[in-house]
């Protein structure tokens, strides 16, 4: 009886690289960033690259303002340090059937430009989705103090209803 050798499935978990002297080295998945500066406004953080290594800077919770007033979704301002953008995500987290979200960013300035909105909204979304708005850059700047802060709204076409806004968040 001779064994068969199946052959590597290169999509089954990592990509492996063969290099001089036969070492053997993961490839890196990290998507590269297609978006800089100014450029990165009212763009989307994950077609990006932006959304590698994100971190959440500031949360607030949504509550249903129907009965039984539970907790329904969270938004969340989330911050690329490798793109130096904002953008805000709402997570849902009870199961209230298909759900709408919007998602707004605002970036606040304390000179020029005026403040700057971005927004989106996903439709039909089922527990334990979550959605996104675009982007926007957030410069640290030694002239003008630039903060940002994300809202959200959640409703369905029963009873849900749910809105909330984090503070600003001013560090970068």
């Known amino acids: 009886m001779t064994k068969s050798i199946k052959p590597f499935v290169a999509s ?22 297609t978006c800089s500066g100014w450029g990165c406004d009212n763009t989307s953080p994950v077609t990006t690259g932006c959304s590698s290594g994100a971190v959440t800077k500031k949360t607030a919770n ?35 059937g298909a ?19 971005v927004d989106d909204v ?11 708005s675009p982007q926007v850059y957030l410069p640290a700047s030694d002239t003008d103090a630039y903060s940002a802060k994300a809202c ?13 806004c984090t503070s600003l968040w001013t560090g970068i």
């Open 12 to 33: 089954s978990i990592m990509a492996i690289s063969l290099f001089g002297g036969g070492t053997l080295a993961p490839l890196s998945t990290a998507m590269a960033v």
């Open 62 to 96: 949504m509550y249903n303002n129907q009965w039984p007033y539970d907790l329904v979704a969270k938004v969340e301002l989330r911050f690329s340090s490798t793109c130096h953008t904002v953008w805000s995500r709402v997570v849902l987290l009870a199961d209230h």
């Open 99 to 117: 759900t709408d979200v919007y998602t707004e960013t605002t970036r606040t300035v304390s000179g020029p430009p005026p403040n700057y909105v």
């Open 122 to 132: 996903d439709y039909n979304l089922y527990y334990p989705a979550s959605a996104y």
């Open 152 to 164: 959200g709204d959640v409703t369905n076409q029963t009873v849900m209803s749910a809105s909330g």
